[in-house]
């Protein structure tokens, strides 16, 4: 398990659904975030704090662990029950519950075998349907992790079938968690089964405060400048395994004093070594969601056209493949469907700059030996900052678009990310009026020159639209002049 960093807004969420849980007013929560961004550790960390408490159990299930229907009702009922039993003080040991007869026997000691016998037989409709009656009997609460759900659309109805059960039940919440950040928005978004079910938590990376905090304590011992400390924040976008993985490579190269130029040396091998973790991690991640692609080559190349020059049409990836038009739009709608790329206006994009740049470099077989080269080293540092932390937005897609839905509820419109050429917005609504969203997610004020520049760009592209200006840690006073006077409307974290 990666060190858990902390993560105080996210956890007071969760406390929420734990606490409205005990008076019966229980509400749902979706974690959503990418791959190794801290999901697991959290969701434990909660687990591991709050498990003591009177009167709840909270069982955890990894989705991806099981194979089956049949193997997922199995591990869902074992997690509910050993997490009973330890509550009532029985003797639970997980290495006697590997098959329904440890269950059945599990079941007896605690008085409900009836219970167990009917779901080891019937559905999961049963299972859900049973574990209230298990809990009432015990007289317990529950809030169910259910870590990687997305993984559950493998099951035929699954979805439908548990949201049958979701709305009717007063003694279990659920806490569930994804990775696939589109499957999991698509799961949860309007005509789907659990639409308006679940309160959503995107976790992006760490605020550069807590990532600094967390390089200073994998790098004691270590002599490290402020200005390595912020880059290392830069750099893996507060991510706490990128971070971890950086940090862990400065330690193994012995380094007694630390500068920019190490934490770049470090972060470049990590990413472009196969001995690095961050290469193992985009690699995984890679083709993991080409595996289900029956034309994978064809993805593979497409991909990596998008990595040499990104924001191509539709016509301009087919020209560039030698394949009709026809046959190219299956393959980018198969993408899409993935984490990988995203559609803004017709042209094609990365949603991750870090994922580009590294596929764009890996088939460039660099050694570490060569990552010392200087020439080389300054070229890359060049190509680095260039195509990866300009191009990278102050925040996650998973935040920004939280921040797009809260605020488009707010003024009853519906945000889209809006690019044409070199023109780019955070959130653009059309309708009677043209609405302009602006969205700063950094550890200072917005000032009065940032809003100047909003309204002059919104203005300049739109003519007269209604802006709006969204900034986590708030406004300058000489800000809220300006934005009165250009007619921004300004909105802060706490007016969500």
């Known amino acids: 398990m990666e060190m858990f ?9 969760l406390e929420g659904a734990l606490n409205a849980l005990g008076k019966g007013e229980k509400f749902n929560v979706a974690v959503i975030g990418p791959r190794r961004i801290g999901k697991t550790e959290l ?12 009167g709840c159990v909270i069982p955890y299930l990894n989705v991806q662990r099981t194979g089956s229907v049949e193997s997922f009702k199995f591990a869902y009922l074992r997690e509910l029950l050993y997490e009973a039993a330890k509550k009532r003080g029985f003797d639970a040991e997980r290495s006697k519950l590997v098959d329904w007869d440890g269950l059945l026997v599990l079941g007896a000691k605690l ?3 009836g219970e167990v016998t009917a779901i080891k037989r019937g559905s999961i409709g049963e299972l859900f349907e049973l574990q209230e009656e298990i809990l009432k009997k015990l007289d317990l609460k529950a809030i169910f992790i259910l870590d990687e759900f997305q993984d559950t659309v493998r099951f035929p109805n699954f979805l439908e079938i548990m949201r049958s059960t979701v709305e009717k039940q007063k003694a279990v919440a659920y806490i569930i968690s994804g990775s696939a950040v589109r499957m999991m928005e698509k799961i949860l978004s309007p005509k789907k089964p659990f639409f308006g079910q679940f309160r959503r938590l995107y976790l992006g990376g760490l605020p550069k405060e807590d990532s600094i905090e967390l390089a200073k304590a994998m790098l004691s011992g270590v002599k490290v400048s402020n200005a390595a400390l912020e880059l290392i924040h830069r750099l893996t976008g507060g991510n706490p395994f990128y971070i971890s993985a950086v940090c862990r490579r400065l330690t193994e190269e012995g380094f007694e004093r630390v500068g920019s130029r190490e934490v770049y040396v470090a972060f470049l091998t990590e990413l472009l070594s196969e001995s690095g973790d961050i290469y193992s991690h985009l690699d995984y991640v890679f083709n993991e969601s080409l595996s289900r692609a029956y034309k994978g080559a064809v993805h593979r190349e497409i991909l990596l056209i998008l990595a040499r020059e990104e924001g191509l049409t539709l016509s301009e990836i087919s ?9 190219v739009s299956n393959y980018m709608k198969f993408l899409l469907r993935t984490d990988l790329i995203t559609k803004e206006n017709k042209r094609y994009y990365f949603t991750d700059k870090l994922m580009r740049f590294w596929l764009g470099k890996t088939y460039l077989g660099i050694t570490e030996l060569e990552l010392r080269r200087e020439k080389l080293l300054r070229e890359l540092i060049g190509e680095l900052e260039e195509k990866y932390l300009k191009a990278r937005t102050e925040l996650g897609k998973a935040v920004e678009f939280m921040v797009r839905e809260e605020l488009g509820k707010r003024f009853g ?13 955070d959130g653009v609504a059309f309708g009677e009026r043209t ?3 602006e969205i700063k997610w950094r550890n200072r004020p917005v000032g009065a020159k940032d809003v100047e520049k909003f309204a ?8 007269e639209p209604v802006m709006v200006m969204f900034s986590r840690s708030g406004f300058t006073e000489k800000a809220r002049e300006v934005a009165e006077r250009l007619g ?3 909105v802060g974290d706490k007016m969500l």
């Open 5 to 13: 960093v902390n993560r105080r807004r996210e956890l007071r969420v």
């Open 488 to 490: 921004v409307v300004l």
């Open 435 to 437: 609405y302009v969203l």
């Open 43 to 54: 969701l434990l960390k909660f687990k591991e704090t709050h498990e003591e408490g009177a």
């Open 319 to 327: 020209e560039r493949l030698g394949k009709p038009s026809g046959e």
């Open 413 to 425: 419109v519906k945000f889209e990310p809006y690019r044409r050429g070199d023109v780019e917005f």
């Open 111 to 113: 008085g409900v075998d």
């Open 456 to 463: 002059r760009r919104a203005k300049s592209e739109f003519g």
